[in-house]
């Protein structure tokens, strides 16, 4: 009944917030769906025409495979079974296809292979959506690329080439890491620092050094250095605290056993918010699914 969630701190791709008045488990399983049961969609097969790099075809593959894509999953279905075609509703098609040159206008005494050559670092930006049956009618607005633009694949020289073509399909992270939504997603006890004795003047400067800066402020009080807890949640836990013999009893750690201090960063594919909200649906679906279960189960 005390259950909230409060948001900390919301940018682009990370959100910081806070669950408070729930239980280890339930706070696991949440870090746990966000990493492996969230889906995305990442590229799976990759049908090579052309190779001449020095890259082999499966590490080409497995690159392009890690490259996040920046494509809803909730617009899409899971691909089938066994199906190799893929169609427009459980498949995103992308093609990369790039020719290293020379640079007939580069200065003859110059080294620098970005003079030299032209199209020699294949990046992710070379990945071009091929519209697969009728997307351009089911996605007018569609932007389907790569997250980053400067995620570098290989690297050319003149006459070297790559000619591949792209399926990408809907996962989650239990099956492959590449489909996994987020770089990190972890949580952490709401430090509880307290102070059971003044601590003043030099000791006051020793204890503000123990811990992660904005832990520990001073304040000036009838001409003396008084030091006070000003933001636990900073505290990294070091307990470099108990290497003072003077400082070590004056005061105490401990940690707020069901407030939890959530940190989710996003690969990009969707912004945080949304896939805490995902994740909390699964979670939800899942509960509904065990207490289906408990229902259908004969009583004796």
Not at 71 to 78: K, N, Q, T, V
Not at 122 to 130: A, F, G, L, N, P
Not at 154 to 171: F, N, S, T, W, Y
Not at 271 to 294: T, Y
């Amino acid at each position: 009944q005390a259950f909230r969630v409060d948001v900390i701190r919301e940018e682009e791709d990370t959100l910081e917030f806070d669950m408070v008045g729930i239980d280890a488990a339930i706070a696991n399983a949440f870090r746990r769906i966000l990493l492996a049961e969230v889906p995305t969609m990442a590229v799976e097969k990759v049908f090579v025409y052309n190779n001449t790099s020095i890259v082999q075809d499966e590490i080409l593959a497995h690159r392009l495979g890690l490259i996040p894509i920046r494509a809803d999953p909730r617009l899409f279905e899971y691909r089938n079974q066994g199906d190799q075609e893929g169609t427009e509703i459980d498949t995103l098609q992308f093609q990369l296809k790039i020719k290293c040159k020379r640079n007939p206008q580069a200065a003859k005494e110059s080294s620098d292979p970005d003079e030299l050559y032209f199209n020699h670092k294949v990046y992710s930006k070379h990945m071009t959506w091929v519209p697969l049956g009728n997307q351009t009618d089911l996605f007018p607005d569609a932007d389907f690329r790569p997250v980053h633009d400067d995620i570098l694949i290989a690297l050319l020289r003149p006459g070297q080439e790559i000619d591949v073509l792209m399926h990408c399909v809907k996962g989650i992270g239990k099956d492959h890491a590449k489909f996994s939504p987020v770089a990190t997603a972890s949580y952490r006890l709401l430090p509880d620092i307290t102070l059971l004795q003044p601590v003043e003047d030099e000791a006051a400067e020793t204890l503000q050094k123990c811990f992660s800066p904005g832990v520990i402020e001073i304040q000036n009080i009838n001409g003396k250095k008084v030091a006070r807890v000003a933001n636990a949640r900073l505290d990294t836990f070091s307990r470099e605290v108990f290497r003072h013999e003077g400082l070590k009893n004056l005061v105490r750690l401990a940690r707020v056993r069901n407030h939890y201090i959530f940190s989710v960063e996003s690969t990009g594919i969707l912004p945080p918010d949304v896939l805490v909200s995902e994740a909390i649906k699964i979670l939800m679906g899942k509960c509904q699914r065990f207490l289906n279960e408990l229902d259908s189960v004969p009583m004796e």
